[in-house]
């Protein structure tokens, strides 16, 4: 794996990952409507002056038009010297700010084992979610035992996509980026299930590399790391694989976006290991062996981050995950799983091996019936567990943050972003353009 770098630009590229922009029809506004309709009002006051009679005797001189009174008319006369900005110049802006606040952006992310949608709004925050969906498939169920897509599998995949094509076109969306990860990226018959899925829902999958894959992942949870760390490893344990990735913060300083140091996807997640060693019935022996093996697919990356951050201290782990997630949900005894309570808090290595432990001693019955668990984790959870265990033992942390947010997040923000640049460079252009025509405008016409 080669290591990643910021290319001179100070941090992630967001809009790297993004689709292209779209723009919007310009409407008139109420305000160059009301301007229309009174220059047409002057222009058949004077055509009615000059067709008329004789003016008669004390009206050769225009009469003074009355001076309108209240704070309106006096803003009016306090306007009335200053050059206008032409009406189709204040139609666009108008019509653009309204137009930029209204557009609905998707992000759509197909995994192993979940299918999960967010459908949101720009605001000054980033964005405002106004729709989500998430539903347990399986996508890669059985794929690492034939090397391809089962049939139930696509279809259970496809159902989930129909339901999220349907919500995206009753909301409107006009900007949308929809994903598909580890399973399709290994699967031999990936390109006939993404045909599958254009034929019957219209959605055009996109199979991301596990270098987009990662810088997803860190965009979606850069507000999370600590600007007090001068380093941080993000981990996200999926279904089929497990994107690992060191980050540095520039000088601890939240505006500077976190740079990627180095990263790694490994080939193997939740789904693949239980099938590989069983989930429903997980003693302790069948646990340790499911951590060595992940330890030792961390070990040359763990030789990396060692040469890349020699000597510097100050590093948290912060993990994006349905593991990390259900963990910090048993840890705070939830009755029932609660997103605002978990996205962001902080745990510590004691906590986690605490669950652990607990999770350790239930049965499978036991763990369906656990409210932060249910029925379609329980047999992935100890996996899971198993893969954040090795990570924590090969990087030792005092603490780790835990974030509900990830590939979705990330694209949503790239989307965001892609679309502000667009309308930056448009009203520069705008900006020279207006400058050209002053000039022109400005410019004496030489009569000979």
Known sequence: MRPETDGGSGGLDLAAVAEKGLSAPHQPSGEGVAEAASQATDASGAMHGHAGNEQPTGHDEPRPKRRRRGRRGGRQAERADQP????????????????????????????????????????????????????????????????????????????ALKICADKMARRGVVRTRTIATAACRTASNSDIFVERVKKETGLSLEIVSTEDEARLAVAGCAPLLDPGCSSALVFDIGGGSTELIWVRMPDGDTR???????????????????????????????????????????????????????????????????????????????????????????????DVHRVTQSL?????????????????????????????????????????????????????????????????????????????????????????
């Open 256 to 350: 500077h976006r976190p740079v990627i140091g180095d990263w790694i996807s490994l080939p193997c997640g939740v789904v693949t290991l239980a099938e590989h060693h069983g989930g429903v019935d997980v003693p302790v022996a069948l646990y340790d062996r499911m951590v060595a093996e992940v330890g030792e697919r961390l070990e040359p990356f763990l030789e990396r981050v060692r040469e890349l951050d020699a000597g510097q201290g100050g590093f948290h782990l912060l993990g994006t995950s349905g593991t990390v997630t259900t963990i910090a949900g048993v840890h705070l005894g939830l009755d029932r799983y609660d997103r605002t309570r978990v996205d962001g808090i902080w745990i510590s290595p004691v």
């Open 84 to 159: 206008k900005q032409p009406v189709a110049l204040r139609q666009q802006k108008t019509h653009t700010v309204r137009a930029a606040a209204d557009i609905l952006y998707a992000a759509l992310d197909l995994g192993t084992n979940n299918c999960r949608l967010l459908i949101a709004r720009r605001n000054n925050d980033g964005f405002k979610v106004v729709d989500a969906y998430s539903r347990i498939v399986r996508l890669g169920e059985g794929l690492g035992r034939t090397g391809a897509l089962s049939e139930a599998a696509m279809t259970r995949a496809i159902e």
């Open 360 to 448: 350790l001693a239930m049965s499978h019955s036991m763990r369906a019936a656990h409210p932060c668990v249910g029925d379609e984790r329980a047999d992935l959870v100890l996996a899971g567990c198993a893969i954040f265990e090795a990570i924590a033992r090969a990087w030792p942390a005092e603490r780790l943050r835990v974030a509900d947010r990830g590939l979705r997040e990330g694209i949503l923000m790239s989307l965001i972003e892609r679309d502000a640049r667009r309308g930056r460079r448009r009203r520069r252009r705008r900006r020279r353009n207006a400058k050209r025509f002053d000039g022109a405008i400005a410019q004496p016409v030489q009569v000979k």
